[in-house]
């Protein structure tokens, strides 16, 4: 099974930071790659598919970039409701597996 | 209005078996993939299964051989057949729509979610 790691898991920020949130992959995705974004008590929400091809209604402040096992996802310029926890997930090959969140609070 | 609608939860004993249900509608059921994914009190998310338009089924290492996951396109409705429950079963089991058959895409539709808790 791909494994996914997702660092930091606990990111602290200020509004109209520069946010990065790192995903690795255990083997090669090539770049089947999804970010989420999960408010508490929400459902997750799809916010960059294929690494970093934007969804429609998404924000451009957030970016998705990498291939093969090494991936990003940038917030440029933090707002108010973007604090939230932050998923990466694989899709390569009939295969499905989540990273362990990344939650983005307040400094 | 795409919608994914999940029912079936509750409470259940060590041992139990659960069906979940998810009803869809806005969209062409048969057309399009379907997954259940669950989370945790405060956790993550973890794949749990998924079937494919083709009938094609797949399961996490920690649910295979116990849940079944099946779809009847006539009434637009997945299912996951769940036995043998254990206490690391209880989670929030959501219901999500990947993508259309040929396409290669994540989830882009989430149900509400459904509650199963196991425990004596």
């Known amino acids: 099974d791909i494994q996914m790691t997702q660092s930091p898991s606990t990111l602290s920020a200020s509004i109209g930071d520069r946010v990065t949130i790192t995903c690795r992959a255990s083997?090669?995705?090539?770049?089947?790659l999804a970010w989420y974004q999960q408010k508490p008590g929400k459902v997750p929400y799809l916010l960059i598919y294929k690494a970093s091809r934007l969804e429609s209604g998404v924000p451009s402040r957030f970016s998705g970039s990498g291939s093969g096992t090494e991936f990003t996802l940038t917030i440029s310029g933090l707002q108010p409701d973007d604090f939230a926890t932050y998923y990466c997930?694989?899709?390569?090959?009939?295969?499905?597996?989540f990273g362990q969140g990344t939650k983005v609070e307040m400094k | 209005e795409v919608q994914l609608v999940e029912s079936g939860g509750g409470l259940v004993q060590p041992g139990g078996s659960l069906r979940l249900s998810c009803a869809a509608s806005?969209?062409?059921?048969?057309?399009?993939?379907m997954h259940w994914v669950r989370q945790t009190r405060g956790k993550g998310l973890e794949w749990v299964s998924g079937?494919?338009?083709?009938?094609?089924?797949y399961y996490a290492a920690s649910v295979r051989g116990r849940f079944t996951v099946s779809r009847e396109d006539a009434t637009s409705t997945v299912f996951l057949q769940m036995s043998s429950l254990r206490g690391d079963d209880t989670a929030v089991f959501y219901c999500?729509?990947?993508?259309?058959?040929?396409?290669?895409?994540?989830?882009?539709?989430w149900g509400r979610g459904t509650m199963v808790t196991v425990s004596s």
């Open positions: 997930q694989q899709y390569n090959n009939y295969s499905w597996t």
């Open positions: 806005g969209f062409t059921f048969s057309d399009y993939d």
């Open positions: 079937i494919r338009t083709t009938g094609d089924t």
């Open positions: 999500t729509r990947g993508p259309p058959a040929g396409i290669w895409f994540p989830f882009d539709v």
């Open positions: 083997q090669t995705i090539h770049s089947w």
